[in-house]
């Protein structure tokens, strides 16, 4: 596994938890302080957040509380606007009213738009684990980069923002890394389906877990049989376990195969409030680190003179 495949990786679960967004799914009437959504997991107490449609929009609500079995939201104020889904109302996540304006890979001199996050590879280890394996483990630097106001309002925003994506990483202990395939969904899945049914492919002859995804919801299943059809043109059934939890329609759901499998990350520390660039920024740092085991079965077979 390449640093850079790591890399994407983080960069993709920041961008999931720092840019969380769900449409309504029932409209709202103004003066309830409730809000039912797509999909309220990635939505947490005391969050900020903002209702927006294709012409309005209302900021500045906080979050009392979630349930993400009902996927309702209540706030601890009224919501002042009345909310139709016909006007395609989505409930995003903001910071002090602000959006994250770039997510960079490395650490670029010039950053046009803050605030701003920065991924970084900084190294890469190996040590042996059995016989023909070995454990890689890659450590990366998240830095965060806000603007500095005044001094208490820039760093409780600093504050919050590295809040919300440790919380983001610690949520993917086992993140998605390159190299994957993605198949399509040939049926619908009902909550509570064990046989599915997916776009015929011979990765599932050798990777046995996948991954369930549309845009909003997300879950990790192991192959436990493969059923053979008459027609292999017309995808192939697999039973699942364990039995597959939320609604997946064939028109917006992938099939996601993983080929590589980190088996251990966490952001180990964090700095909190380094001065950045003279008085202009404030930065903090996350420390993270993923492990993953590696197949040596090359090594005998090196040439040794050509």
Sequence with gaps: MAMEDIVDAVR??????????????????????????????????????????????????????????????????????????????????????????????????????????????????????????????????????????THEAGYRFLLQLTDMIQKGLKRNLIPLVNDYEIVSLVDDITNGDAIITIENTDEIQTYKRILIEDKYQSGEYWIQRIYAVEDPSNGVRVHLYPHVCGNYSASNTSIIIPRRFVFNSWPATIEYGKIHKGELLKASVIRWFAEEEELQDLRYREMKLN
Aim: overall charge negative; some cysteine.
């Design 12 to 149: 993709r679960i920041i961008h999931k938890w720092v840019n969380t967004i769900s449409p309504i799914v029932e409209n709202v009437i103004a003066g309830t302080s409730q809000v039912k959504v797509h999909a309220a997991h990635r939505f947490e107490v005391k969050d900020q957040v903002m209702f927006k449609n294709d012409t309005i929009y209302e900021t500045g609500k906080i979050i009392d509380s979630v349930d993400t079995d009902t996927n309702i939201i209540t706030f601890d104020s009224p919501i002042l606007n009345n909310w139709t889904i016909a006007e395609n109302t989505q409930l995003i996540k903001t910071i002090n009213e602000l959006f994250v304006q770039g997510i960079y890979i490395g650490e670029p001199d010039v950053i046009p738009r803050y605030p701003a996050i920065c991924v970084n590879g900084i190294s890469r280890s190996s040590e042996w684990m059995t016989l023909e394996t070995t454990k890689e483990r890659f450590e990366i630097e998240v830095t965060i980069f806000v603007k500095e106001s």
